[in-house]
Nanobody, 116 residues
């Protein structure tokens, strides 16, 4: 099974930026689509960005125009550049395949807090 380790979260003021990184323990080349998910307190985990092996990306309406997902199959990493952050972006962020299958394991995520 492929495991993920997320990093890059932190506390940032509204309007600020963060760059999240996801390192996979195995080869992500065989995972057609990789996604970034987030889970805010009291809410269900949601998919916010997804990118295919060919580099085609899609975003949730709530982050479109502000977040950019990228992947490096050679380095087995997936990145999420987050700009113009809002308080409602506060959540724990995870990466995983999309859809999630038994071939992967959730990591512990990285906390993003947007607050003044």
């Amino acid at each position: 099974q492929v495991r993920f380790v997320e990093s890059g979260g932190g506390l940032v003021q509204p309007g600020g930026s963060l760059r999240l990184s996801c390192a996979a323990s195995g080869n992500i080349f065989m995972i057609y689509a990789m996604g970034w998910y987030r889970q805010a307190p009291g809410k269900q985990r949601e998919l916010v960005a997804v990118i295919t092996n060919r580099g085609s990306a899609n975003y949730a309406d709530s982050v479109k125009g502000r977040f950019t997902i990228s992947r490096d199959n050679a380095q087995n990493t997936v990145l999420l550049q987050m700009n113009s952050l809002k308080p409602e972006d506060t959540a724990v962020y995870y990466c995983n395949g999309s859809p999630v299958t038994s071939a992967t394991l959730w990591g512990q995520g990285t906390q993003v807090t947007v607050s003044s």
